[in-house]
């Protein structure tokens, strides 16, 4: 079987992600097995790992700045429909470490079991696209590392993202370069209701922290904005909805699975077709300490697009919370 450079350099890197994982999940085993640990809401946030239409958020290793040091290992298996081209399902693996109550890292990446592109099934010289099904085929690498901190009663977020080139951008999954984004995210708890507000920077869409992976990635400067609640339901459940808007400013390059709308662009382009705005919800329930399940859906006002699907996250090893005094 003949395996391209560019998919042996795929290869490549998610094997030496899984031999991280391979290694580090197991000590981090070995670390947690003398100490008690408290559900994986208290000491991870799992709504942040599994509310994403296959990807874990960037936040995953703690929300809150109490949370302990170590390392989260996880990953997401997602189910999702998109109305512009239709069914995927995806593979997430993730892995963070948290250095204390004000700084982490983590690093995730997408596999793609199964995906329509729009692909060209003729030749070269009479070329005729349609949508064909692929599958193994691998979406870009994030690195992130975010700080935390708190004003009175108002929690702040500060991440700053590194996007590696690994998705393939002719099945529009990629960027096809390095990448960045710099994000802001205000919250302040209400009892059941925790307001938040995100803005930020960067130069892809891929980044942006909005729980649903779209059918396209975007290449340029822009600005994103954020806001909505996330509500505190019985049995550690949770429901967030959130307003995004994402504004180019300037000219943008755009890699899509689609080959309806205006979202199908290889070349250089105006402003207008990489802007997006609309609302996503989430509906996060844990079916264990380590399992949770989120169910999720996003329009997007602008393209007239419906996104829905199921994500189960599985958290292989999460940092230990320490054993409380008697009587406290």
Request: no cysteine; glycine share 8%; hydrophobic share 40%.
């Amino acid at each position: 079987m003949f395996i391209s450079r560019s998919g042996r350099g795929q290869l490549l890197r998610f094997a030496v992600f899984f031999s991280l994982v391979a290694v580090l999940a197991p000590w981090s085993r070995a670390q947690t097995a003398h100490v008690q640990t408290t559900p994986a809401s208290g000491s991870v946030d799992v709504s942040s790992l599994s509310a994403a239409a296959a990807s874990i958020d960037e936040d995953a290793t703690a929300d809150a700045p109490s949370a302990p040091r170590g390392f989260t290992v996880a990953f997401g298996s997602s189910t999702q429909h998109d109305s512009s081209n239709g069914w995927s399902s995806l593979l997430t693996p993730f892995m963070g470490y948290r250095f204390d109550r004000y700084f982490s890292l983590d690093i995730d990446t997408l596999l793609y079991m199964h995906i329509d592109v729009d692909a060209n099934v003729g030749t070269k010289t009479k070329p005729v696209y349609a949508y064909e099904p692929k599958s193994g085929a691998f979406g870009d690498t994030s690195l992130s590392a975010h700080g935390y901190a708190s004003f009175l009663t108002l929690d702040y977020t500060g991440s700053v993202s590194m996007g590696m080139p690994s998705g393939n951008t002719l099945y529009g999954l990629g960027a096809g370069q390095v990448t960045y984004s710099i994000d802001n995210r205000f919250e302040r708890n209400f009892n059941l209701f925790t307001p938040d507000i995100e803005l930020g920077f960067g130069d892809t869409s891929s980044l942006v922290n909005q729980r649903i992976l779209k059918s396209y990635v975007s290449v340029g400067p822009m600005a994103h904005f954020q806001a909505g609640t996330l509500v505190d339901l019985p049995l550690r459940s949770s429901f967030a909805a959130d307003a995004y808007e994402e504004l180019p400013l300037d000219n943008n390059l755009i890699y899509s699975t689609t080959g309806s709308g205006k979202k199908k662009v290889t070349t250089s382009t105006n402003i207008d077709p990489a802007e997006d705005n609309g609302f996503i919800t989430s509906l996060d329930i844990p079916l264990s300490h380590t399992v949770t399940m989120t169910g999720f859906y996003s329009r997007s006002l602008r393209d007239h697009n419906d996104i829905a699907g199921i994500t189960l996250t599985f958290i292989l090893a999460a940092p230990p919370r320490p054993t409380p005094l008697p009587g406290l």
